[in-house]
């Protein structure tokens, strides 16, 4: 058995979604989704250490940041230890560099971290099937944020299965000032979008596209249904991907349910002259390769 060790660090991506095709709302409330997710190198870091109370910090003060049990990254200890029936608690510590409220899943990556870190911080010895079912329960991109890459989601994102992406590309990602509220932003797809299917389809061609390497054609199949309700709620969006969209024509794509959006390059050159000219309009952004890989063990010290 290896010894259990004193302090574990995890580091989990952010992700954005190539595809973002959402159904009507189903009886529990939540959407039914077929989303092609891309974990992106923007990362949070957890570092977890045995503590006879749950608690949870951050190396950097940031607003919007819940610092209690409502913590999802607290919430995905106790669901692990609750799952195991062990009476263990632990200091969650994070180093957050995924953008807040920025519809790039960064609470749901620390969930993941977690449940990762103090798996092996506690040798749990937890399997992967188990780990995910725990995920699926804390949120709905949570396991997408174990395994990374680039994968199908369904469901409500929560059923993940990896697909084949040759694709290797940069993200110019413009952040905005404040946050979106995702459950607004679905509500206000439910207005917009009365005859929603039950079954959002499959992004075959996408699907294809990834598979086979062709970046422009991913750049002309991105779709994110979730992106007039997002203008709508924030019509500041407005102006910012017309910026983006004289840049890139093809590529441009909002985050999520927002605000961040996207833009596709696959010449980081040319994403650096994108950020650098973007930034001199007075816009916050930086770059982030795609695909990458899901929450990994990062230190055991
Ligand atoms: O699953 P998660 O906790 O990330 O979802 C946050 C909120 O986003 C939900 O409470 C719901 O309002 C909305 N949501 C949804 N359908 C999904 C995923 C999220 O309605 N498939």
């Given at each position: 058995m290896v010894e259990p060790t004193a302090r574990v660090t995890v580091r989990a991506p952010a992700k954005i979604n190539l595809?973002?095709?959402?159904?009507?709302?189903?009886?529990?409330?939540?959407?039914p989704l077929a989303t092609v997710y891309q974990a992106v190198g923007l990362y949070d870091d957890v570092t977890v250490t045995d503590a006879a109370d749950w608690s949870v910090g951050l190396t950097a003060p940031i607003d919007g940041v819940p610092l209690d049990d409502d913590n999802i990254a607290v919430r995905a200890g106790r669901a692990l230890v609750a799952h195991h029936g062990v009476d263990?608690?632990?200091?969650?510590t994070i180093a957050k560099g995924i953008p807040v409220m920025g519809g790039m899943a960064g609470g749901s990556a620390?969930?993941?971290?977690?449940?990762?870190?103090?798996?092996?911080?506690?040798d749990l010895?937890?399997?992967?099937?188990?780990?995910?079912?725990?995920?699926?329960?804390?949120?709905s991109d949570v396991p997408f944020a174990l395994v990374g890459g680039t994968a199908l989601?369904?469901?409500?994102?929560?059923?993940?299965?990896?697909?084949?992406?040759?694709t290797s590309v940069w993200w110019?990602?413009?952040l905005a000032d404040e946050g979106l509220s995702t459950p607004a932003v679905y509500r206000h797809f439910d207005e917009l979008s009365p005859d929603a299917p039950a079954e959002p389809p499959i992004p075959r061609a996408l699907i294809d596209a990834l598979a086979d390497g062709y970046t422009e054609e991913?750049?002309?199949?991105?779709?994110?249904?979730?992106?007039?309700a997002a203008r709508?709620?924030?019509?500041?969006?407005?102006?910012?991907?017309?910026?983006?969209?004289?840049?890139?024509?093809?590529?441009?794509?909002?985050?999520?349910?927002?605000?961040?959006?996207?833009?596709?390059?696959d010449d980081v050159e040319e994403a650096r002259s994108a950020v650098t000219e973007l930034r001199e309009r007075g816009l916050r952004c930086t770059i982030a390769p795609g695909p990458v890989a899901g929450a990994h063990v990062v230190t055991y010290a």
């Open positions: 595809h973002l095709g959402v159904g009507g709302p189903r009886p529990d409330g939540m959407h263990l608690a632990a200091r969650i620390d969930a993941a971290a977690t449940l990762l870190a103090l798996d092996r911080l506690w010895q937890t399997s992967d099937d188990d780990l995910l079912a725990i995920a699926a329960t804390l949120g989601g369904t469901g409500r994102g929560e059923v993940v299965s990896p697909i084949p992406d040759s110019v990602v413009v991913v750049g002309a199949l991105l779709v994110n249904d979730l992106w007039p709508d709620l924030r019509p500041d969006l407005v102006d910012v991907e017309e910026q983006l969209r004289l840049l890139t024509p093809d590529g441009v794509l909002l985050s999520g349910s927002g605000p961040t959006l996207l833009m596709l390059h």
